[in-house]
């Protein structure tokens, strides 16, 4: 699946030099000018030591000041991320869809106030109100999805299922993101152009705004070009390795998601887009218009920043890819930001917060290693039986699949041991209460429940049901919990205390996050369970022959561990943040 709309609100303002002027023109991959770029290049060119990939783009009234690509675009071959390098843009596609509408409209072959069923035959009653503006905002009522982005189906038969289905309210009543909207408009463009969808969109959008490395099918992709996705450990490939149908992805995921570009080709596009040379001025400006309660005008997010300004941005994602346009007319500034690996996400967060002028906690710098790393590499084995391997990765070393009691360790660190009698007690409500639940006993659960905000009880265990289910069907036999350690976190501006807690199956184990807030009596609860963004991949830079740092670009934290040797000044042994050692495994690799 792809990503709702996120933007980087507040994260991006600079003044724009007052020159007018517009260009269309990429400056070279590689291109680093001025202040503002320096500060940026350094802070990805460190990041890099820590897995980091992905290209950006910085533009300040047209002139690109930053193009430059960081990092592995396929870990296996060692082929580095450059310019060219082509990336999932998940639901930036979007914005392609509805530039493609509008373009429509422009000719006057349809208008965005008609209703589907001039378009489609047999349109149930509730639908009928739907029309063209409601699938461009997200307010025709439509669930999100209906399938997998890669699961197979056509134009045709999905739109059989769509208008079948139950919506979710009144057309124009409320914001209910949609790709399955999306995928309904692509389906008119083809009916009213008489084309496929992205032959229209090629000749129509791609061409007129001067790309030459966007689409599906149209392009020939050459193998190389295109970045393996990963998140974490977990590998996904490229799209093109995925089920496609003859001509392009299953309508699942098609005119929602899923094209395919560069970063320079995007910039090209935004460029295009906000500059007059894609669709007319009247239409341009009902794209970014936001409906009234909503902020989202035609494929694009429309906000007001806190400073008053206005940023129109949209970004995607499959889980894995995760790519980002954001443009600022009041500053003629745009940002292109695509990744290979979702847990680089934070990555936007730390741009936005450099261009503002922000002091951000520098990520540690590090030196190329004056050693050999084979000695390190090799299986590694804690006391309580966990296992995982360190593997040499060019000048660092790499976790991967790495146990939750490991991840707990470097992500964690060591406990407060002046809140041990009060954690303990903590500790053991949540083992016991997740522990039940795993057995398919919700007693605990819903005694333990409680929240600031109203949830529905019910409504959760149903949910938990089906998660716990999926995982023992998936993993076998229940086996147990183990707490993993607990970190203060934001909750609704609150600080509050999240505890991590591994729920172990006969196959492998998922890993919960328990928010804890005490109530107005003081009674310790289990307020809220949910699934944890839990990393498995930790990439060490040597610091000493002894010392290796780790950095993780979300939370903006690193950590240290230790390899110990043995008399022979062979690696014997890590030990890790909390005092968690692991003993590296006879052998070697």
């Known amino acids: ?114 209703p589907i069923d001039r378009y489609f035959d047999n349109v149930p009653a509730d639908k009928k109100a739907i029309t063209i503006h409601h699938l461009l905002t997200h307010t025709a009522g439509l669930q999100d999805g209906f399938g997998g982005d890669y699961d197979l189906i056509s134009r045709d038969s999905l739109m059989r299922v769509i208008l079948s289905s139950k919506l979710q309210g009144a057309p124009g009543s409320k914001y209910e993101y949609s790709n399955a909207g999306y995928s309904v408009l692509g389906a008119i463009i083809e009916k009213v152009s008489g084309q496929p969808y992205e032959q229209y969109l090629r000749d129509h959008v791609i061409k007129p705004a001067g790309l030459t490395s966007t689409g599906y099918r149209s392009v020939d992709w050459k193998a190389k070009s295109l970045a393996i ?66 902020s989202y005008g035609y494929g694009w997010g429309v906000s007001k920043m806190p400073n008053g300004k206005t940023q129109i941005s949209h970004n995607g994602s499959n889980g894995y890819f995760y790519a980002l346009a954001t443009y600022l007319p009041d500053d003629k500034v745009t940002v292109i930001f695509l990744t290979n690996d979702q847990a680089n996400r934070g990555i936007e967060r730390d741009i936005g917060e450099i261009v503002m002028g922000r002091k951000l906690e520098e990520i540690p710098a590090v030196a190329s290693a004056a050693f050999s790393l084979d000695d390190y590499a090799g299986g590694y084995r804690t006391p309580s039986g966990a296992e995982f391997e360190v593997r040499k990765s060019g000048q660092s070393l790499e976790i991967t699949r790495a146990p939750a009691e490991v991840v707990a360790s470097i992500t964690l660190g060591a406990r407060d041991s002046s809140q041990a009698r009060l954690r303990h007690r903590a500790d053991s409500i949540i083992a016991q209460t997740v522990g039940a ?153």
């Open 229 to 294: 996705g990963y998140r974490g450990s977990s590998r996904f490939g490229t799209p093109l390795d995925k089920q496609w149908l003859d001509d392009g992805p299953s309508w699942h995921l098609r005119a929602n998601g899923g094209l395919l570009s560069t970063a320079a080709d995007l910039y090209r596009f935004v460029s295009g887009f906000h500059n007059g040379r894609i669709v007319s001025a009247a239409s341009y400006k009902k794209a970014i218009t936001p409906q009234a309660g909503f």
């Open 1 to 114: 699946m792809h990503s709702r709309l996120a933007t980087i609100g507040a994260l991006i303002s600079i003044a724009a030099a007052s020159s007018s002027r517009s260009q269309d023109i990429v400056a070279p991959d590689g291109t680093a000018r001025g202040d503002l770029a320096s500060r940026i290049d350094l802070h990805l060119t460190r990041a890099e030591r820590f897995g980091f990939a992905g290209v950006v783009i910085v533009a300040q009234n047209g002139d690109v000041v930053l193009h430059k690509g960081y990092g592995l675009a396929n870990r296996e071959t060692g082929e580095r991320v450059t310019g060219s390098t082509v990336f999932d843009i998940g639901s930036i596609t979007k914005p392609f869809t509805a530039a493609a509408v509008l373009k429509l409209e422009d000719e006057g072959k349809l208008h965005v106030t008609d």
């Open 437 to 589: 639940m795993a057995s398919d006993d919700y007693a605990m659960y819903r005694d333990n429940f409680w929240s600031y905000r109203d949830y529905r009880i019910d409504g959760e265990i149903e949910f938990w049901k089906e998660v716990l289910n999926d995982w023992r069907d998936t993993y076998g036999n229940y086996l147990g919990t183990q707490v993993l350690g607990t970190a203060r976190t934001n909750s609704d501006d609150v600080q509050i205390d999240a505890t991590y807690v591994a729920v172990k199956y006969a196959k492998g184990e998922r890993v919960l996050r328990v928010l804890e807030p005490v109530s107005p009596t003081g009674k310790f609860f289990v307020a809220t369970v949910s699934l944890a963004q839990w990393p498995s991949r930790f990439v060490l830079a040597p610091r000493s022959r002894s010392e290796f740092i780790t950095y993780n670009i979300e939370q903006r934290k690193s950590a240290a561990m230790t390899f110990v040797f043995d008399d022979a000044g062979k690696v014997k042994a890590i030990a890790m943040p909390d005092g968690l050692r692991a003993k590296k495994s006879q052998g070697g690799q």
